[in-house]
């Protein structure tokens, strides 16, 4: 119960109606409020210039006093309470239209209220004449009967029209709303994997842009059930090939014949899973990366210097031991917004490349610098490079350029794409000028 009344408040359809509704509502008693004392008014002024107009008629004879009503039964019967007095200058009264409802002459000109002895008020204009003394008088009950009639007549239509008007508002509301109902039933109805655009070319306007992103996130949602795909896809196959070696390698190790050849089937078997091991941990982490590869999510103000430091620290080891001069060429401070681990692991890609291509005895460059607004990094080799028609394919996972003899999983360059785009960088392939090999050219915003 408690759901359903808190469905109820947050309904659009509700809100809309109950503000219109009210708005109708209060509206329509306003006017019949301001409207019924403007018709008052007007009822009053107009009674008023009656009163005015039959005292001047009487004082110039345009009115014969024989015309008006001289009993109270033919007051009643007219439906208005006047009484009609006219004197003399000297105070002859020369005319009475009710016998038995005498007021006192006014001294003063024009209108006033007088109450009576039965504590009646009665509305009095005095017209006073070179010749004679005209009173005419309206009782204000009658008055105030009448002008009330005559307001309700005037407001009524207007209260009638409100409940129409609230029913025309109710329709145009729910006709408005259907399209919404229609989306909510399309969506109720889909399944789980039905990733297809909304339809919105009957939607309101005003709800277009809604349905517009919700395709946008259909659409990222599909890519990205896509990529999942492909990578499982992808993964298990080069998994494979690495788990059917482990397995030989172990089985040689058990028909080894003698120590030094369990030694070397060992040997075999430790570099294999060494392999194996760098190969998962490229694969979580081209997963994570294109998982989360939103820029600015949990990103720091980090230095770019450090960081590809850091990273070239790491490697130095093994180049050495694999005659690979690795250096830094130059280094100037940079600083960009970023993740240090994920940018770590650009770094040391790039490094890992270069070394795992480049002949013993070659050289490996790293370089920081800024340029224009942006930091950047490159790592240059002294290998062969990449072909110019190779450079677009080399950026796919598990790509390997052929006729290299290099072993690796064929994601290096991948992460390193991923990791660029996730903190809006530019990278590039392109030929050593200074070394002769590959030449990677990552560019960063900078940030002050």
Known sequence: MARARTARRRSLRGLLLGAALVAVLVASLLQALVGYRLAVSQADALFDRHMKQVAKALSTGTLSRNALPSSQEDLDRDGEDFVVQVWTRDGVQLFQSAAHRRLRPQASPGFSDVVTLDARTFRVFVLITDEEIVQVAQDMGSRRSLARALAMRSVLPGLIMAPALMLVLWWGVRRALAPLARVQRDMAQRRADDLSPVRDDDLPLEIQPLTRELNLLFERVHHAFEMQQHFVSDAAHELRSPLTALKVQAQGLQRAPDDAARARAARRLTAGLDRLTHLVDQLMLLARQEATGEAGRSFERLSLTEVALSALTDKLPKAQANGIDLGVHESQPACVQGQSDT?????????????????????????????????????????????LEQRERVWARFYRVPGSQAEGSGLGLAIVRAVAQAHGAEVALD?????????????????A
Do not use: H, Q, W
């Not at 050593?432 to 915003?445: D, M, Y």
């Open 343 to 387: 940018l770590r692991a650009l770094v040391r890609n790039l490094l890992d490349n270069a070394c795992k291509y480049s002949p013993r005895g070659g050289v490996v460059d790293l370089s920081i610098t800024t340029d224009a607004g942006f930091g950047v990094l490159m790592v240059e080799d002294s290998g062969p490079g990449i072909a």
């Open 431 to 447: 030929t050593s000028a200074r070394l002769g090999g590959l030449k990677v050219t990552v560019r960063f915003p900078l940030v």
